[in-house]
Nanobody
Framework: QVQLVESGGGLVQAGGSLTLSCVVS?????VGWFRRAPEKEREFVSG????????YYADSVKGRFTMSGDSAKNTVHLLMNSLKPEDTGVYYC??????????????????WGQGTQVTVSS
């Protein structure tokens, strides 16, 4: 059983920054961040595999968001800079236990956190 606890969401003005954190209890192969904006489908934001620590990003956040992982602490962070109103949504941390290739597919994740709200005002 894997449990994930997110923290760090909040309200910020456009152009501002926030850092989300996720503590993963249990063994996982990779961790990802997804978000769901109001009245929109859930979408991939960023993800990494513990084996190489290399993060992957959605095009919409590339250059603005930075994901990092600390395998010793089973913790990942998502530094979000230059936030835009369209970044508003509930952000979820998810754990992948199978050795899948793609970190961007939500179907590859077995466990999900409760989510943390990020609101960017214009």
């Amino acid at each position: 059983q894997v449990q994930l606890v997110e923290s760090g969401g909040g309200l910020v003005q456009a152009g501002g920054s926030l850092t989300l954190s996720c503590v993963v209890s249990g063994s996982s192969y990779g961790v990802g961040w997804f978000r769901r904006a109001p009245e929109k489908e859930r979408e991939f934001v960023s993800g990494l595999k513990w084996s190489n620590g290399r993060p992957y990003y959605a095009d919409s956040v590339k250059g603005r968001f930075t994901m990092s992982g600390d395998s010793a602490k089973n913790t990942v962070h998502l530094l979000m800079n230059s936030l835009k109103p369209e970044d508003t949504g509930v952000y979820y941390c998810a754990a992948m236990t199978g050795q899948y290739v793609m970190v961007s597919r939500a179907d590859n994740y077995d466990y999900w956190g409760q989510g943390t709200q990020v609101t960017v005002s214009s």
